[in-house]
């Protein structure tokens, strides 16, 4: 008998330490957001909770990035408390990158910015309307942002990028309290890609379905566009890039500008090579496969002819120079005279793909003026 009540107490004793073991969570398969064209972070969903994976958090990244989303004064399930936790909706948010400040303006959080280093970069007028508000402190240079300053203004979350997975900057930043989110949209692909991660934003502030909502329009515009360019009865020659020292760097046929002359039904002369960045190449091998090119896009800096001219006399060889058929997306200025083009442009794929477009195929956007797209004259 005492073995019998031995056995049932051992029993009941293995039961009851079972039943305490938490269970792992499990996704729910109802998803209030989805991400389809972004290949460097997902979002699962979970009762009361929420897991942000960043699977490309800076180039050639061998492991994903996770981290908690969960609201204020939830409790945090033990079997997640290792996990780097965000609480949210933020109310007090750092970014790093000038590309960043659109997302937050488009979901209406632009108010959340506290915080940026080199204020003197930013082009919006609406982050720069805060700015001379004194509501936005200057934290001194994304490569070295002055920490005591920011302990000082005491932000939820720090949202940054990197080149590596040894960023000493991040580490003490995160010992000091608060935590980081690396973001990597801008090792995206894609245009579509890279405008998706407003998701990715729309996260810490719970508001995925704005994002969803403002993401469907730009799809379906860029869509549109892409549509209308099929149409094109011809494909002009598409020269790009430009000299630095020795070296001539241009799109790789496999790289995000590239999808945009694909996009937009032209004849981009290295779009069979192969790459996702850029070529680096001789001026001869230019000049010999893109001398006779009808147009010539993103010539680096330049802001003319004559600056091209100056940079390069051989510049002046090419027909695209020429006929006056060099364009430049960094024309257009912002208040502190930085390229609207390099803040904006990633959240506005669409309408970089119609300034193409309408350069490339002027009859089929006949009413359409292109935002970014500028001929150097």
């Known amino acids: 008998m005492k073995i019998i009540k031995s056995l049932l107490f051992l029993s009941t004793v293995v039961l009851f330490i079972a039943c305490k073991q938490e269970q792992k969570p499990s996704p729910k398969i109802n998803t209030n957001t989805s991400v389809t064209y972004a290949q460097g972070f997902d979002i699962q969903y979970f009762d009361g909770f929420k897991k942000l994976i960043i699977k490309t958090p800076y180039p050639n990244a061998e492991e994903a990035l996770e981290y908690l989303i969960i609201p204020k004064g939830n409790n945090i399930p033990d079997s997640l408390k290792t996990l780097k936790i965000i609480r949210t909706p933020v109310e007090k948010v750092v970014v790093t990158s000038t590309t960043h400040i659109p997302m937050l303006e488009l979901l209406g959080e632009e108010d959340a910015l506290i915080g940026f280093p080199n204020l003197k ?40 990028f990197s080149m590596s997975n040894n960023n000493k900057m991040f580490n003490t930043i995160e010992k000091a309290g608060i935590p980081v989110v690396l973001n990597g949209d801008w090792l995206e692909e894609t245009p579509l890609g890279r ?183």
Not at 136 to 148: D, F, K, P, R, V
Not at 321 to 349: I, M
Request: without cysteine.
């Open 121 to 160: 970069y930013i082009s919006s007028s609406k982050t720069r309307n805060r700015i001379d508000l004194n509501l936005i402190t200057e934290l001194g240079n994304e490569e070295s942002i002055n920490t005591e300053i920011l302990l000082d203004i005491a932000p939820e979350l720090l949202i940054g």
């Open 195 to 377: 405008a998706e991660w407003i998701k990715f934003f729309a996260v810490f502030f719970d508001k995925e379905k704005e994002a969803d909502s403002i993401f469907t329009a730009i799809e379906a515009d860029y869509k549109d566009a892409v549509a209308i360019a099929t149409k094109a009865t011809t494909k002009p020659s598409i020269l790009s890039g430009v000299l630095y020292k020795d070296v001539w760097n241009l799109p790789a046929g496999e790289s995000f500008v590239a999808k945009f002359l694909k996009d937009a039904n032209t004849n981009y002369l290295w779009a069979d090579t192969k790459g996702k960045g850029s070529l680096s190449l001789s001026f001869e091998s230019v000049y010999d496969k893109g001398q006779h090119a009808e147009l010539w896009i993103a010539p680096g800096h330049y802001s003319s002819l004559e600056q091209l001219e100056q940079a390069n006399e051989h510049y002046v060889k090419f027909d695209a120079f020429k006929n006056n058929k060099v364009f430049s997306f960094t024309q257009k200025k912002g208040a502190a005279g930085g390229a609207l083009y390099y803040e904006l442009a990633p959240v506005q794929p669409h309408i970089v793909l119609k300034d193409i477009i309408k350069i490339t195929h002027p009859d089929l956007l006949p009413t359409y003026e292109p935002v970014y797209l500028q001929k150097l004259n």
